[in-house]
């Protein structure tokens, strides 16, 4: 809890009291008994501002929600939603913890190192990001999902955020916003039917910001590392100068 508090600047504080107060709010105004949804709904908003900071903690409780998720998906027949949750992006939170874990920066655990992904590898990953949703699409229509066109739409973006994210590309926050989007859509499409799953729509409308600021935060610790890694590199050329030189 210290390390919690400690971690959290202003912005983040009012983004993750407002967000977390918005989806407890809505979902007693509207009388909702499904514990399940509040529970998963601010673990993940907890986990996107973990996430947003590149600190590997936030991996741990995308992995948590994503089981959460996969439940209340389930209720609502949103077959692909349940899939791509607890078959895709548990899993893949899984290699991108390992992967945080393995690439600090500077050592210090609580923040990833900033990755660039070659032109070659966005090509290739763009290509997989369209063959698993028209493969997704099949798949889906086959199971009857409600929703179907929005819910391939999901499946998509979720692969290009939990593959970025993996990767640790600052980008993944796009991914993750156009997902929000998506869910957003779905969700409400949903609640038109049963009031009760608008929380739902609440919790993605708090992902949706906590993702921008992701995205604005990771474009700074971008610049930051790139400008302590050229500083490091011209203090290293400098002791071999002085070094050479005597």
Same mark, same amino acid.
């Given at each position: 809890?210290?390390?919690?508090? $400690?971690? $959290? ?23 909702? @008994? ?7 709904? /601010? ?33 609502? #027949? ?16 899984? %290699?991108?913890? @390992?992967? %945080?874990?393995?690439?600090?920066? $500077? ?7 900033? +990755? *660039? ?15 698993? @949703? ?13 929703? /179907?066109?929005?819910?391939?739409? *999901? ?23 156009? +997902? #929000? ?11 038109? =039917? ?16 906590? #993702? ?10 971008? $610049?930051?590392?790139?400008?302590? =890694?050229?500083? #490091?590199? *011209? =203090? ?11």
């Amino acid at each position: 809890m210290k390390k919690f508090t $400690k971690s $959290k600047n202003l912005v983040e504080w009012l983004i993750w009291s407002i967000g977390v107060i918005s989806i407890i709010v809505f979902f007693f105004v509207f009388e909702n @008994t499904q514990y399940l949804y509040l529970i998963g709904s /601010l673990i993940g908003a907890t986990a996107l501002i973990f996430v947003s900071k590149g600190n590997p903690i936030g991996q741990v409780l995308i992995i948590v929600f994503s089981v959460f998720y996969g439940i209340v998906s389930y209720s609502f #027949d949103y077959y692909g939603e349940m899939i791509t949750y607890l078959g895709m992006s548990a899993p893949i939170a899984l %290699w991108a913890l @390992t992967s %945080w874990l393995r690439n600090p920066y $500077k050592g210090n655990r609580s923040e990833v190192k900033v +990755n *660039s992904l070659s032109r070659k590898e966005w090509c290739l990953f763009l290509a997989a990001a369209a063959a698993v @949703t028209v493969a997704f699409f099949f798949i889906l229509q086959a199971l009857n999902t409600a929703n /179907l066109i929005v819910s391939t739409l *999901s499946v998509a973006t979720s692969f290009i955020a939990a593959y970025l994210t993996a990767r640790r590309s600052r980008f993944y926050a796009i991914g993750y916003g156009a +997902n #929000d989007v998506v869910l957003i859509i779905m969700w409400s499409m949903a609640s038109y =039917e049963n009031i009760a799953y608008l929380p739902m729509v609440i919790c993605f409308i708090v992902f949706f910001v906590t #993702d921008a600021y992701g995205f604005v935060n990771w474009s700074i610790m971008n $610049k930051r590392q790139k400008a302590g =890694e050229e500083k #490091d590199l *011209s =203090e290293a050329e400098r002791i071999e100068e002085e070094i050479t030189t005597k």
